[in-house]
C-alpha cells in the first residue's frame, strides 16, 4: 500500500520536477550571462553590489529586449545585412565556425524544411538490430561518404530530451519505413521521451 502511494506521488510529480529543473537550468543560464558585467559595472561606478533576485529580474528583462532588437533587425533590411555580417564573422572564426555553422544549420532545416531536409519521418533499426526509433531524413545519396552509398540515407535521430543533441546515422534506403508523421510530432515525441505519442486524429 505505501509503496503503491509512494509510486502515484512520484508518477505524479515528476514532469513538474522536470519542468522545475529546466526552469532552473535557464534561469541559472540568463544570470550568468549578466551577473559580470553587472558587477564590474557596479565597481566603476562606485555602486553596491546587486542582490541576486535583482541580477535575476535585470537578466531576464536583458533577454527580452536582445530577442526584441534581434527581431527588429530581422525585420529590415539594414539588420539582416548586419546579422548576414555577423554570420560572416563567426563563419570564418577557427573552431567557432563549425560549431556555429552546424548548429544554424540544423536549427534552419528543422524549422524551414531547407533543402527538402527533415521533411521525411521514417522508423529506423537503432541502435541493434530489433530496437525501432523515429527519424528526419536529412540528406538522400551519400556517395560523398562511401563508393556504395547511392542507396544511403543519412538519417538524424533526435535524442530526448534534448533533440537537438541526436544522432546522425548512414542506412540503406531500403532498411527505413515511411511514416505518416510530421517533424514537430517526432520532435515532441522525443523531448516527452516518448510519453506524448501522436494521436490517430492528428496523423
Known amino acids: 500500500m505505501i509503496r503503491r502511494y509512494l509510486v502515484a506521488g512520484l508518477i505524479t510529480l515528476l514532469p513538474l520536477a522536470v519542468t522545475l529543473w529546466v526552469l532552473q537550468m535557464i534561469f541559472n543560464a540568463l544570470v550568468g550571462i549578466f551577473q559580470g558585467p553587472f558587477t564590474w559595472v557596479a565597481h566603476r561606478m562606485g555602486l553596491p553590489i546587486l542582490p541576486y533576485w535583482a541580477v535575476a529580474a535585470l537578466s531576464v528583462l536583458g533577454i527580452l529586449v536582445i530577442l526584441f532588437l534581434v527581431g527588429v533587425l530581422v525585420g529590415n533590411l539594414l539588420g539582416r545585412q548586419l546579422l548576414q555580417w555577423m554570420d560572416d564573422l563567426m563563419l570564418r572564426v577557427p573552431v567557432v565556425k563549425g560549431v556555429y555553422g552546424a548548429t544554424k ?3 534552419t532545416a ?3 524544411g531547407k533543402g527538402g ?3 521525411e519521418v ?3 533499426e537503432w541502435p541493434m538490430p530489433g ?3 523515429l527519424g528526419l531524413v536529412a540528406r538522400s545519396d551519400c556517395r560523398w561518404a562511401m ?3 547511392e542507396t544511403m540515407v543519412a538519417v538524424y535521430v533526435p535524442t530526448a530530451p534534448n533533440p537537438t543533441s541526436g544522432y546522425v546515422i548512414m542506412v540503406d534506403r531500403s532498411r527505413l519505413r515511411p511514416v505518416d508523421l510530421t517533424p514537430d ?3 515532441t515525441w522525443a523531448v516527452s521521451a516518448g510519453v506524448v505519442a501522436p494521436s490517430s486524429e492528428e496523423n
Open 185 to 187: 510530432q517526432v520532435l
Open 131 to 133: 530496437s525501432y526509433t
Open 122 to 124: 521514417v522508423v529506423v
Open 117 to 119: 531536409s527533415f521533411r
Open 147 to 149: 563508393p556504395e552509398g
Open 110 to 112: 528543422i524549422q524551414q
Open 105 to 107: 544549420q540544423l536549427m
